[in-house]
Antibody, heavy 117, light 113 residues
Framework: QVQLVQSGAEVKKPGSSVKVSCKASRDTFNNYAFVWVRQAPGHGLEWVGGVIPIYRSAKYAQEFRGRVSITTDESAWTTYIEVRSLTYEDTAIYYC??????????WGQGTLVTVSS | DIVMTQSPDSLAVSLGERATINCKSS????????????LAWFQHKPGQPPRLLIY???ARGSGVPDRFSGSGSGTDFTLTISSLQAEDVAVYYCQQYYTTPYTFGQGTKLEIK
């Protein structure tokens, strides 16, 4: 059973940063890419970006470039998303998902990030 | 970016009846090198992560009941639930993975009539 386990909920102040983790198994980490998708309250699903661990190359949706970083730690089979300069509009559930040939077939449980003063 | 547009935004169907959701992409998502359409459908229930239902426009995901089917090609796609069950109440999304950013439709909320 494939499992992607994400870190717990976060509450952050506007202007600060947050880093969310997503831990996979060794086989999944070494053979798949990972994407991050978010869902803000009352909104739909939004693709933020993705990374291929063996290449350590990340891609981002245009609106997130320069403010979001997606990284990996091979020793921990973990991928991370860091969002900087948080605004209230960044309040959302952040999901990681396993990607093979573009297909997102396994998802983490989601991490709620709340931006509040 | 490829824009995905679903219709309708919401849908109410009686138990046991057919539900149909449409999805249109702003450009073709047909991938000529493998003769497949890079189009997926997800089911999303509150408090749960999205669940992959359909990929390559018509292939069912692991463990997905056969009442769920996908069809279409190029820019027009359909998700059909042949006989609606109570547990199918959810928001459904189409998504293209032809090119990044992998864009989603706005979602269709399916309820019981």
């Amino acid at each position: 059973q494939v499992q992607l386990v994400q870190s717990g909920a976060e509450v952050k102040k506007p202007g600060s940063s947050v880093k969310v983790s997503c831990k996979a198994s060794r086989d999944t980490f070494n053979n798949y890419a990972f994407v991050w998708v978010r869902q803000a309250p009352g909104h739909g699903l939004e693709w933020v970006g993705g990374v291929i661990p063996i290449y350590r190359s990340a891609k981002y949706a245009q609106e997130f470039r320069g403010r979001v970083s997606i990284t990996t730690d091979e020793s921990a089979w973990t991928t991370y998303i860091e969002v900087r300069s948080l605004t209230y509009e960044d309040t959302a559930i952040y999901y990681c998902a396993r990607e093979g040939a573009g297909i997102l077939d396994q998802w983490g449980q989601g991490t709620l990030v709340t931006v509040s003063s | 970016d490829i824009v995905m547009t679903q219709s309708p935004d919401s849908l109410a169907v009686s138990l046991g009846e057919r539900a149909t959701i449409n999805c249109k992409s702003s450009q073709s998502v047909f991938y000529g090198s493998n003769n497949k359409n890079s189009l997926a459908w997800f089911q999303h229930k509150p408090g749960q992560p999205p669940r992959l239902l359909i990929y390559w426009a018509s292939a069912r995901g692991s463990g997905v009941p056969d009442r769920f089917s996908g069809s279409g090609s190029g820019t027009d796609f359909t998700l059909t639930i042949s006989s609606l069950q109570a547990e199918d109440v959810a928001v459904y999304y189409c998504q293209q993975y032809y090119t990044t950013p992998y864009t989603f439709g706005q979602g269709t909320k399916l309820e019981i009539k």
